[in-house]
């Protein structure tokens, strides 16, 4: 059967979404938006109100192999306008891509939407996500808005993101921002390591650190993109992650109890956040086991009557106990200064150093471990605040139990210019 080119034509074509029509840039002025595939391809078009013509168009982002329908909604802008969020569904209907934009000066651009681990990408699987504009908040500008609810293997796992728009980007509203695992809020807390409180004592004092290097820790995770929200406790490279299943708040103002795992009697940890800050400065274990129960810190550190809780011991050590100006015992100066402090990065020789605790050899109590590659590693033996060896040192790939580092010949001393000589 022979079928007329029209009817060929109107059955391969797919459908357009309906238009929007609206004011766009906050001028006053109407426009009428649509869009569309074409081809393998899809465009969004801006068109003047009622005339029709075509002010400007661009094209959007489709699945692999095009994309066989396109949806447009818009947020208000109040008056600055408006946005408008193309999304195109590929031809198989389990990918889609979206992409926002602003018609701005009679063209259109896009308005990236950013999340707290760098941009979105503008494809993927179909209905993992649902999208929309939140415009909750009276007399506020419509915010970008995507949920989903998903099983895990530590139950089901809840989350909205919400962004708003700043200057030329979406960028993310921590305070409208939601993660639920086994329906119990996912805090946003300062990763901190936690340390038995007796063994920084070493910290502070910069002299022989092996209780801290080997003893027990905690650090609370809270990954709220994965739905993980736990505790995790043990010795260095043989942890274990305890799920939370119960929260409520402690005796103390800026107090927070925690239930974790299943057993009975529960183990609880009772946390206290740094000054109300969402950062764990003290934690108190009780139920775990009697060779970690017991009380908790972060490194910290108080500067200008203010109080810093840092990641790790190690990045205590480095910014207050290893900044600053050193010489040799042959009268070689050394200057150590902080490069970078998220993460903490010492610039030392003009090469970039990291500091852990971890893989330190016997007899030394921290390494430093070069950013990629350059210089050789070296390992640290603190002799008191003002003096440390400085030891060149080989050191394998990390592993379970951190990395094997060894001596790799003799170290030098290092005091600290215009301390008063006390070394150890």
Same mark, same amino acid.
């Not at 301390?419 to 150890?424: E, K, L, T, V, Y």
């Given at each position: 059967?022979?079928?007329?080119?029209?009817?060929?034509?109107?059955?391969?074509?797919? $459908?357009?979404?309906? !238009?929007?029509?609206?004011?766009?840039?906050?001028?006053?002025?109407?426009?009428?938006?649509?869009?569309? +595939?074409?081809?393998?391809?899809?465009?969004?078009?801006?068109?003047?109100?009622?005339?029709?013509?075509?002010? &400007?168009?661009?094209?959007?982002?489709?699945?692999?192999?095009?994309?066989?329908?396109?949806?447009?909604?818009?947020?208000?802008?109040?008056?600055?306008?408006?946005?408008?969020?193309?999304?195109?569904?590929?031809?198989?209907?389990?990918?889609?891509?979206?992409?926002?934009? %602003?018609?701005?000066?009679?063209?259109?651009?896009?308005?990236?939407?950013?999340? @707290?681990?760098? !941009?979105?990408?503008?494809?993927?699987?179909?209905?993992?996500?649902?999208?929309?504009?939140?415009?909750?908040?009276?007399?506020?500008? #419509?915010?970008?808005?995507?949920?989903?609810?998903?099983?895990?293997?530590?139950?089901?796992? =809840?989350?909205?993101?919400?962004?708003?728009?700043?200057?030329?980007?979406?960028?993310?509203?921590?305070? @409208?921002?939601?993660?639920?695992?086994?329906?119990?809020?996912?805090?946003?807390?300062?990763?901190?390591? /936690?340390?038995?409180?007796?063994?920084?004592?070493?910290?502070?004092?910069?002299?022989?650190?092996?209780?801290?290097?080997?003893?027990?820790?905690?650090?609370?995770?809270?990954?709220?993109?994965?739905?993980?929200?736990?505790? %995790?406790?043990?010795? $260095?490279?043989?942890?274990?992650?305890?799920?939370?299943?119960?929260?409520?708040?402690?005796?103390?103002?800026?107090?927070?109890?925690?239930?974790?795992?299943?057993?009975? +009697?529960?183990?609880?940890?009772?946390?206290?956040?740094?000054?109300?800050?969402?950062?764990?400065?003290?934690?108190?274990?009780?139920?775990?086991?009697?060779?970690?129960?017991?009380?908790?810190?972060?490194?910290? =550190?108080?500067?200008?009557?203010?109080?810093?809780?840092?990641? &790790?011991?190690?990045?205590?050590?480095?910014?207050?106990? /290893?900044?600053?100006?050193?010489?040799?015992?042959?009268?070689?100066?050394? #200057?150590?200064?902080?490069?970078?402090?998220? !993460?903490?990065?010492?610039?030392?020789?003009?090469?970039?150093? @990291?500091?852990?605790?971890?893989?330190? +050899?016997?007899?030394?109590?921290?390494?430093?471990?070069?950013?990629?590659?350059?210089?050789?590693?070296?390992?640290?033996?603190?002799?008191? $605040?003002?003096?440390?060896?400085?030891?060149?040192?080989?050191?394998?790939?990390?592993?379970?139990?951190? @990395?094997?580092?060894?001596?790799?010949?003799?170290?030098?001393?290092? =005091?600290?210019?215009?301390?008063?000589?006390?070394? %150890?």
């Amino acid at each position: 059967m022979i079928l007329p080119l029209t009817f060929l034509f109107l059955a391969a074509a797919a $459908p357009a979404a309906p !238009p929007l029509t609206l004011d766009l840039d906050g001028d006053g002025t109407v426009e009428t938006v649509t869009a569309g +595939p074409r081809g393998k391809k899809a465009r969004v078009e801006v068109r003047a109100s009622p005339s029709g013509k075509v002010i &400007t168009h661009a094209e959007v982002p489709v699945p692999a192999g095009g994309a066989s329908a396109v949806s447009i909604s818009a947020g208000s802008l109040g008056s600055a306008g408006a946005l408008i969020e193309v999304a195109a569904t590929g031809a198989a209907g389990t990918e889609e891509c979206r992409s926002v934009w %602003r018609f701005r000066e009679r063209s259109l651009s896009r308005v990236p939407v950013t999340g @707290r681990a760098g !941009p979105l990408p503008d494809c993927g699987k179909r209905g993992v996500w649902t999208y929309g504009w939140d415009g909750s908040v009276p007399d506020s500008p #419509s915010q970008y808005r995507r949920e989903r609810t998903r099983e895990t293997p530590g139950g089901t796992h =809840h989350q909205v993101e919400s962004f708003r728009y700043a200057g030329f980007t979406l960028e993310p509203d921590a305070a @409208r921002t939601v993660a639920e695992i086994r329906g119990l809020v996912i805090p946003s807390w300062y990763p901190t390591r /936690l340390y038995q409180k007796a063994s920084l004592e070493s910290l502070y004092a910069r002299y022989d650190l092996s209780a801290l290097k080997r003893g027990p820790r905690l650090q609370i995770v809270t990954d709220r993109n994965d739905g993980v929200f736990g505790v %995790r406790i043990g010795l $260095p490279g043989a942890e274990e992650l305890l799920p939370v299943t119960a929260r409520a708040p402690g005796p103390e103002k800026h107090d927070v109890v925690l239930t974790l795992g299943s057993k009975t +009697p529960p183990v609880q940890l009772r946390i206290t956040l740094a000054g109300g800050a969402p950062v764990p400065g003290e934690a108190v274990l009780s139920g775990y086991s009697p060779a970690f129960d017991g009380f908790y810190s972060g490194a910290m =550190h108080i500067t200008e009557g203010r109080l810093r809780v840092f990641e &790790t011991a190690a990045d205590e050590l480095a910014t207050n106990g /290893l900044v600053g100006t050193w010489t040799s015992e042959q009268g070689e100066p050394m #200057s150590i200064a902080l490069a970078s402090s998220d !993460p903490v990065t010492l610039d030392i020789r003009r090469s970039k150093y @990291r500091v852990e605790l971890e893989g330190a +050899p016997e007899g030394m109590d921290a390494v430093a471990l070069p950013s990629g590659g350059g210089p050789p590693a070296r390992g640290l033996q603190l002799r008191g $605040p003002n003096s440390f060896s400085w030891i060149p040192i080989l050191c394998g790939e990390p592993g379970s139990s951190g @990395r094997d580092c060894r001596a790799a010949g003799p170290g030098e001393i290092l =005091h600290r210019v215009g301390a008063r000589m006390n070394a %150890r």
